[in-house]
């Protein structure tokens, strides 16, 4: 037990110098204009400098792309995050689902516009010398701002969506980037659009696909050189901020929480916990092996019927009018999933298991919540719900409780089994993106919610270690995978 404080202890000390330290000499300022959330960042030095504006993707914030903040602040930019309307900490609703009409490019130019004007309002920033810079949606946003407004000195747009937001003749001073293993669209989009202008270019990061571009070093130094380029700055560029800093922070206290979960669940479980036994009989394996790899083909077989069911029947819930992009229909296909998978449950022989229910179990639901939403909020994105979200954040748990149990249920707490089934509904989830009964952009959001859903299962081996009963596992797992959906896809 001490061993495990001590490490708990490195691990969390490690990774709040980690977040703490990054960009530690910067002045920085949180203020709200015309109902738009934004970060300010200052660099060391005084004096009057150069400013950019740093626009988030879908389902991102401003906090998402503080590492550009910490990089360009360090190279002498005065910077401001916004958070768009929808997004983060702004609780003014997206026009629609995936900020594909006109009303939603309006709202996104407004908001552009604000982070702007306060921008130059600000006495360390030369009014005349901006530039803008934007992730995904925050690309197409900046690039079509600054075609817009000639006064936009240079713009980077990092994994361009769409090439229609530019033009040969505008606007001026644009560099294109998209990352390697991102899908060929955004390579294409890239290319082609610095090739209308020869006071354009392009690059490819190797390495790092749609979100693992923002925390690559090469995609932080070729923003600051292309921007010192046309501001006419001569510096050196070779040093900057660590951009994965803050994100390695995350990485380790949530690996902190991970560990400390396993104690916490000895002592929710109390001492009739952890009755399986350790040792099986050798001799047995091989056969126990064979029967175990035929029930978790036939529960796969069986979480296919239950996923491809609910992912056609959730397209006409009534749960897809939900205010929050996106969640409505996945809130239709976890509940109808989970509950045709928690019928066929019902109708198999119940095997003999011993579980323990107490309500002291649930104690790890807000343990999961802090596990999930302090990491991410401090080092990586807003994670703080507010305004709507709170009350779509029970729906989401709901629906993703009834998906965990039933699957609890069907797999008879078999780690084996249970990932067969994240994975049907993943796969299934993907199917439903390419087919158009739900909107693209879950296919960007895939690998979050692998992660997300490896974590929840996981947590489950845990918690069936102990033998706690199968509805504990269920609230607590849900709430793991429901709290980053609830607090970054955009309110509506």
């Known amino acids: 037990m001490k061993r495990t404080l001590l490490v708990l202890l490195v691990l ?33 030095t005084t004096g009057r400098h150069p400013g950019v504006v740093v626009a988030h993707g879908f389902s991102g914030s401003a906090k998402l792309m503080a590492p550009f903040g910490d990089t360009l602040a360090a190279s002498g930019y005065v910077v401001v995050l916004l958070d768009f309307t929808g997004h983060g900490a702004n609780t003014t609703p997206l026009p629609d689902q995936a900020a594909g009409t006109d009303a939603s490019t309006e709202a996104l130019q ?26 995904s949606m925050g690309a197409g946003a900046v690039t079509r701002y600054a075609a817009a407004h000639p006064d936009v000195t240079a713009t980077v747009a990092i994994s361009l969506p769409d090439d229609a937001v ?50 690559a070093p090469e995609a932080h130094r070729a923003t600051v050189t292309w921007l010192d380029s046309s501001f006419d700055r001569h510096r050196d560029t070779a ?76 397209r006409f819930l009534p749960t897809t009018r939900l205010p929050l992009a996106i969640a409505g229909y996945i809130v239709g296909y976890a509940a109808v999933t989970g509950a045709l998978l928690y019928a066929y449950a019902r109708t198999r022989p119940a095997s003999p298991k011993h579980t323990i229910s107490r309500p002291r179990l649930l104690l790890a639901v807000p343990y999961a919540a802090v596990a999930i939403s302090v990491p991410v909020h401090v080092g990586m994105t807003h994670a703080w719900p507010v305004g709507n979200r709170w009350w779509l954040l029970l729906i989401l748990w709901v629906a993703f409780a009834l998906l965990a149990y039933g699957a609890e249920r069907v797999a008879g707490g078999d780690a084996l089994s249970l990932l067969a089934i994240a994975a049907v509904f993943v796969i299934v989830l993907a199917a439903a993106a390419v087919t158009g009964l739900t909107h693209g952009f879950v296919i960007l959001a895939l690998f979050p919610l692998i992660g997300l859903m490896l974590w929840q299962a996981l947590w489950s081996a845990i918690l069936n270690r102990f033998a706690v ?13 429901t709290w980053p959906l609830a607090v970054a896809l955009p309110l509506i």
């Open 12 to 44: 969390v000390a490690g990774g709040g110098w980690l977040i703490a330290g990054a960009g530690h000499d910067l002045r920085r300022e949180h203020v709200t204009s015309a109902g738009v959330p934004l970060d300010v960042v200052h660099p060391a």
């Open 110 to 135: 407004d908001d552009l516009g604000v982070a702007l004007a306060h921008l130059r309002s600000l006495p360390d920033v030369d009014p005349s010398a901006v530039a803008l810079v934007g992730h």
């Open 166 to 215: 530019a033009s040969p003749e505008r606007p001026a001073r644009l560099l294109t980037m998209a990352g390697a293993l991102e899908f060929s669209g955004f390579r294409w989009v890239a290319t082609t659009v610095a090739a209308q202008r020869g006071d354009r270019a392009a690059r490819i990061v190797p390495g790092v696909e749609h979100i693992s571009i923002l925390y």
């Open 239 to 314: 040093s900057i901020p660590f951009p994965g800093r803050r994100l390695a922070g995350t990485v380790l206290l949530v690996l902190a929480f991970l560990i400390g979960f396993h104690p916490l669940a000895a002592l929710l479980a109390g001492p009739a916990g952890d009755p399986r036994p350790r040792m099986g009989n050798p001799a047995a394996e091989p056969r126990q092996l064979t029967e175990r790899i035929a029930a978790t083909a036939r529960i796969t077989a069986v979480a296919a019927v239950a996923a491809i069911a609910g992912a056609v029947i959730a």
């Open 469 to 481: 009963s199968a509805w504990a596992i269920a609230l607590t797992g849900a709430i793991v995978v």
